[in-house]
Nanobody
Framework: HVQLVESGGGSVQAGGSLVLSCVAS????????MGWFRQAPGKEREGVVS????????YYADSVKGRFTISQDNAKNTVYLQMNSLKPEDTGMYYC??????????????????WGQGTQVTVS
């Protein structure tokens, strides 16, 4: 079965950096859309960034453009999220998610079929 496992969260000061990783397993076929979402206490889960595994198209939320970078290593079935210039408002639980195709609905959490357990990011 499909499994997504995140790692790399932690606590940093504002302006710092973190790298999150998501290892995917159990997928059949090479094409998939991998996304990162985050959820702060009392707020809805929001799409941060997504990447298409085949076309390498990327999609970013306006709030993280220029600061966050998504990348992937298909040989390792791993997606990375490089987060620079972190702000307190970036604090939240970060989740890795997957679905078949990226599209205009990349930021819609309801469209994703698979989710990781989440990793906490705290920026102070």
């Amino acid at each position: 079965h499909v499994q997504l496992v995140e790692s790399g969260g932690g606590s940093v000061q504002a302006g710092g950096s973190l790298v999150l990783s998501c290892v995917a397993s159990g997928f059949t076929g090479s094409n998939k859309c991998m996304g990162w979402f985050r959820q702060a206490p009392g707020k809805e889960r929001e799409g941060v960034v997504s990447i298409s595994s085949l076309g390498r198209s990327t999609y970013y939320a306006d709030s993280v453009k220029g600061r966050f970078t998504i990348s992937q290593d298909n040989a390792k079935n791993t997606v990375y999220l490089q987060m620079n210039s972190l702000k307190p408002e970036d604090t939240g639980m970060y989740y890795c998610a997957a679905k078949a195709w990226c599209s205009d609905s990349w930021a819609n959490a309801n469209m994703y079929n698979y989710w990781g357990q989440g990793t906490q990011v705290t920026v102070s």
